[in-house]
């Protein structure tokens, strides 16, 4: 979709991080803006700040959680309602925990799975026929470098966000079959400062946290930490790369060039079938 000004962007995650500076290279092109977030004040905060660069950018919000389908439904009225079309989705939403795989609780498979996973996915169920019926549009999935090779510690957010990745290649060859004029990237960024460490802020109270506080967990946690902190390209850069490749109609988006690396060291580890690839080291 090369032009996109006065376009409607949708994304969820809007109240902050990536799904902030989205919305802030989405209005500087001239889109109206629908954004959702569980997070209300985050919400505010980013169009308070959108509406200093852009005065007269148009937008609507809403408090979603991704996780239940008649949220998302919501969310994809109002921009029919508000704007009567939605050109440009990004299901951006997502959250992590940590810790050895078999310590996490089904509250924490309940909650990312929700969602990282059922995030997109009714994402794309409420908004991909509102863009077949109007005859163009384009989905934006945020996986991970963590949709491709595998971290310690973070067996339930490398899941999910695989899941994104083979959710996103199916969606675009079913829209394929069918011809349409609906574009899809996924976007698999590695580490960049953002508030991903801290999405327990918006955990939910009937999934809380009961994991045991182990060393381990201890230590992968400060490692993600300080992983994201130094992260040499920000939220704003990529957010900027991200709309470029809706621009550009590119499917794979890798903001980061040594995930690429990874992954052909990832099929040189499975062509070896000894071990399995170690992410950190790098074979």
Known sequence: MKYLSNKVAVITGGGSGLGRELAL??????????????????????L?????RQPAMESAKLKVDVSRMEDVEALAQLAKDRFGAAH?????????????????????????????????????????????????GHVVNTASAAGWVNAPGSGVYNASKHAVVAIS???ALDLRDVGANVGVSVLCPAFFPTGIVDS????????????????????????????????RISAAEIAEATVQAVENDQFYVFPHK???????????????ETDPFDTLSGR
Not at 263 to 271: L, N
């Open 88 to 136: 440009v989705v990004f299901n951006n939403a997502g959250v992590a925990v940590n810790g050895p795989i078999w310590e996490n609780t089904p509250a924490d498979w309940h909650w990312v799975m929700g969602v990282n996973v059922y995030g997109v996915s009714w994402g794309i169920r409420a908004f991909v026929p509102m863009m077949l019926e109007q005859g163009e």
């Open 48 to 52: 308070r700040l959108v509406e200093e």
């Open 25 to 46: 290279c989405c209005a500087a092109r001239g889109m109206k803006l629908v954004l959702g977030d569980v997070d209300e004040a985050g919400l505010s905060e980013t």
């Open 200 to 231: 327990e802020r918006n955990r939910p109270k009937d999934l809380a946290e009961t994991a045991p506080d182990t060393e381990t967990k201890k230590l992968r946690q400060e490692q993600l930490r300080q992983a994201v902190e130094k992260g």
């Open 258 to 272: 040594k995930v690429k690396a990874l992954v052909a060291a990832r099929a040189q580890a499975v062509e070896r």
């Open 169 to 171: 290649e199916t969606l």
